[in-house]
């Protein structure tokens, strides 16, 4: 399975962008689906994840409220709705696969993909 994330880009603090991943392969539906980001100088962090089916999601109290996951699966693609942006929230971002999407909040990924950069501006 490979991954390529897209969306990202530069915005202002309190707007919005849509992170879409699009993973290759037949499969997509039998796997949890996840986003992590990465901040300059900082350990890389869970953000959000959905099972397979797109029936139970996982966040990070950091962004509940403000992001939500959801997929998909006839068009083979999960997204990333970020509202209400905040300059803590640039960082690179990144799309995941695995097991379940409690693996996936636990960091347990089978699959990572290349990142799509997020900068906030104040």
């Known amino acids: 399975v490979q991954l390529q994330a897209f969306g990202g880009g530069l915005v202002q603090a309190g707007g919005s962008l849509r992170l879409s991943c699009a993973p290759s392969?037949?499969?997509?539906?039998?796997?949890?689906m996840g986003w992590f980001r990465q901040a300059p100088g900082k350990e890389r962090e869970f953000v959000a994840a959905?099972?397979?089916?797109?029936?139970?999601?996982y966040s990070a109290d950091s962004v509940k409220g403000r992001f939500t996951i959801s997929r998909d699966n006839a068009k083979n693609t999960v997204y990333l709705q970020m509202n209400s942006l905040k300059p803590e929230d640039t960082a690179v971002y990144y799309c995941a696969a695995g097991k379940t999407g409690w693996d996936i909040r636990g960091g347990s990924c089978h699959y990572w993909g290349q990142g799509t950069q997020v900068t906030v501006s104040s």
């Open positions: 392969g037949r499969t997509f539906s039998s796997y949890a």
């Open positions: 959905i099972s397979g089916g797109g029936g139970t999601t």
